[in-house]
């Protein structure tokens, strides 16, 4: 369960930012939408290959 303490004074809307950060770090929203679908280890492993690519072609070509 999320908690969000609220100072006295203090804006709702800053209390709702405090909320959906701390609910975006917990990833109940990813997990729920990996678990809709099945994805075979092979492709799972694949997709992260390529991102390390991605992410590595990008180092590469920021220096």
């Known amino acids: 369960m999320i908690v969000v303490a609220v100072k ?27 678990r809709q679908k099945f994805t075979k280890p092979s492709i799972r492993k694949r997709e992260t290959k390529l991102r390390a690519i991605y992410r590595q072609t990008l180092q590469i070509a920021e220096a």
Do not use: C, Q, W
């Open 8 to 34: 006295e004074g203090e804006s709702i809307e800053k209390a709702l930012k405090k909320f959906k950060k701390k609910f975006e770090k917990t990833g109940t929203v990813r997990e729920l939408r990996d």
